[in-house]
Structure formats: structure tokens, C-alpha cells
């Protein structure tokens, strides 16, 4: 089952972990502002209230979902880091612009990251076409990708079942 990973409890962070919990995953929703979840979510969801998010991507199983989407370009940059020192996870997605991904890549390279590893972080997120900026769009917009994404990943371990 897709265990996808979601930092941020911003208003884009409530409308995906909406929609990701009309779907067959496992969501770990994190973010340090226990005040900013609602009292109830969907059963799929996990809420983790922490001070020490960057933890959570080391206990991730391999073939997660991340998505970073919090308050904080420094925790945003952390997360990636982070994340992008793993090489076995499915998909990572980062909120933001073409400047904010080309600002990271370069940070990133500077700290050692292999330039030809930059294509494994996708930002800015969501399928392409959809303008709207509003929470629940970006949220659709996300969630297609993700399903997108995992549909590739299956195709991809039939195929090698097949060979």
C-alpha cells in the first residue's frame, strides 16, 4: 500500500490529507503546530504533532510518498536535504516555484548532492494545466501526480516481473 508521507498543516496541507484520505494509502501528516490539525481526520491518516520532523524521514519505509508543503523555506530546505539523502523513496514533492526549486538546487549541489540526482525532486508540484491556486485544487492537482506517479511505479515492477 502507498505510505505517503505530508509535511505541513497549512490550508493546501488539510485540503490533501482530505483527498489522499479518499484513497488506499497510509498518510503520515506531520508538522510541529499541534493546534493547526483538526480533531478528527480520515482513518488513513496519521497525525504526527513533532518538533523533529526531519526524524520522521529516516522511519519512512522505502517506496514513500513525500510531499513538503510546510510554513518555513528553512524547514522545507531541511526536509529536502533530508530526504534527498535516501535513494529508495517513490516520489518527492516540494511546494513552490521554479525560483524556489532552482535556489535549492543549488544549495543542495553545494552540499554535495550529485547534480544528476536534482530530477528525482519534483517542484513545483501537481499536474500540469491547472492555474487555480486555491487549497483544494492544488490538493487534486497533487493527488493526481502522486496517483500518476504510482501507476508508473507498478507498470515499472511488472514490467521487470515480466522479463
Known amino acids: 500500500m502507498m505510505h505517503v508521507v505530508l509535511f505541513g498543516a497549512g490550508h493546501v496541507g488539510h485540503a490533501l490529507a482530505n ?12 508538522d510541529a503546530r499541534d493546534e ?9 491518516v496519521q497525525i504526527e504533532a513533532t518538533d523533529a520532523p526531519e526524524a ?18 528553512s524547514l522545507d530546505f ?8 535516501r535513494r529508495d523513496f517513490a516520489y518527492f514533492g516540494l ?17 554535495g548532492l550529485a547534480p ?11 499536474v500540469e494545466g491547472i492555474a487555480d491556486k486555491a487549497p483544494p485544487s492544488i490538493a487534486l492537482a497533487v493527488a493526481a501526480e502522486v496517483l500518476r506517479v504510482r501507476e508508473a511505479v507498478r507498470a515499472s515492477v511488472t514490467m521487470r516481473a515480466v522479463a
Not at 493547526?36 to 488513513?44: G, I, K
Not at 520522521?56 to 508543503?69: C, H, R, S, T
Not at 531541511?78 to 539523502?85: E, S, V, Y
Open 19 to 30: 483527498v489522499l484520505g479518499m484513497l488506499p494509502c497510509v498518510v503520515q501528516w506531520v
Open 36 to 44: 493547526l490539525f483538526p480533531d478528527e481526520v480520515p482513518a488513513n
Open 56 to 73: 520522521i524521514v529516516d522511519e519512512a519505509p522505502a517506496g514513500a510518498y513525500f510531499i513538503v508543503m510546510t510554513h518555513d523555506h
Open 78 to 85: 531541511a526536509l529536502t536535504q533530508r530526504i534527498m539523502r
Open 95 to 111: 511546494i513552490g516555484s521554479k525560483t524556489k526549486r532552482v535556489k535549492f538546487e543549488r544549495r543542495l549541489v553545494e552540499r
Open 116 to 126: 544528476e540526482r536534482l530530477q528525482e525532486m519534483t517542484c513545483p508540484i501537481g
